[in-house]
């Protein structure tokens, strides 16, 4: 959607601006005249639903359904998508709190309830033989009282499940302009990324280049304390869950939404029936938007990879006074 009015103003920005932080700012403003914008929103699914890539991606419950809108190396932008558990629950965490690593994330809650959220404090500090931490929040909010929120490089937060389906347009840069930016891309490199991140580590440049910590954590509450998990492996469990009821589920997710937004572009649902690069799978739920058939709700995961398996925002509330 290099073409596009709003991304056309987003990539002056970026050229625009140095700082980061300013750049989230100003490009916050066009975020929520995107969302506004119903033809946007046709524009969107109108360019997933005729990539090749797209269509035939293989799913995981490790991300979070979403359209790609657009990305270079110095940001991108997509639309994620919330769901609520089966019983339509308040207050419970979507994951454990986390931090994007040295990404800055601009969120705009575009449709739905939205979703509750908190920051915290950046200084963690982590007793390596227990685990255990200390955590403080910083802010605490729902997308109802502000549905454009900034999460700072290297800040910890959580997102607790909507009570409906909500989406939210990201922008994502990195906290600065580095020169190895442009090497994200590049597909020699990328062909060795393993034994060229362990270089990097062993030299102590994560931080000059612009990667991801070699030891990054995630963070849970348990009986009242605050404890670290490593990332790798919180989110092994649901890396390994994929295949068709996962597709299926994502793509049920993203056609649920485009109902809900009001896409009723009957000929371009019709011609996907007769684009070979469609799964056969797509077929019911481009029927049920044809037919005006109500698509039903997916659920968030009823359990995150902690020992309990599940974390409120009074959990959190509770360890904070411990």
């Known amino acids: 959607m290099k073409n596009n009015q709003y991304i056309q103003q987003i990539i002056s920005l970026n050229e625009n601006i140095l700082d980061r932080r300013k ?31 797209f269509l035939q991606r293989e799913w995981t419950m490790y991300e979070i359904p979403f359209f790609y809108i657009y990305e270079n190396n110095d940001f991108y932008v997509k639309v994620h998508l919330f769901v609520p558990l089966k019983t339509y629950e308040p207050h419970v965490v979507a994951s454990a709190i986390h931090h994007h690593n040295n990404y800055i994330l601009s969120s705009y809650a ?10 915290f404090e950046k200084n963690i500090e982590i007793d390596h033989s227990t685990k255990e931490t200390k955590l403080k ?64 580590y062993a030299l102590g440049l994560d931080k000059k280049v612009g990667i991801a910590a070699k030891d990054t954590y995630q963070f849970y509450v348990n009986n009242n304390k605050f404890y670290a998990v490593l990332e790798e492996d919180y989110f092994a ?11 299926d589920y994502s793509v049920q997710t993203l056609f649920a ?47 995150i990879n902690i020992p309990n398996g599940r974390m409120t925002v009074n959990d959190i509330l509770n360890a904070i006074k411990h």
Do not use: C
């Open 23 to 53: 750049f989230h700012e100003e490009s916050g403003k066009l975020l929520t005249k995107m969302g506004q914008d119903k033809s946007f929103w046709s524009e969107v699914f109108k360019m997933n639903l005729t990539d090749k890539g």
């Open 137 to 200: 929040i910083r802010e605490h909010f729902t997308q109802a009282e502000k549905p454009l929120h900034i999460v700072d490089a290297w800040e910890p937060h959580v997102v607790v499940n909507p009570i409906s389906l909500s989406a939210t347009l990201v922008l994502w840069s990195p906290d600065k302009k580095r020169t190895t930016d442009a090497l994200r891309s590049n597909p020699i490199l990328k062909a060795i990324k393993a034994p060229l991140r362990k270089i990097i």
């Open 237 to 247: 469990p649901t890396r390994q869950q994929d295949g068709e009821n996962v597709n």
């Open 257 to 303: 939404f485009m109902q809900r937004i009001g896409f009723d572009d009957y000929d371009f649902l019709k011609s996907l029936k007769v684009n070979n690069d469609v799964p056969k799978y797509y077929y019911k739920w481009i029927d049920m938007l044809l037919t005006n058939q109500p698509i039903p709700d997916t659920y968030a995961k009823e359990v």
């Open 110 to 119: 575009a449709y739905g309830s939205g979703y509750e959220g908190m920051l």
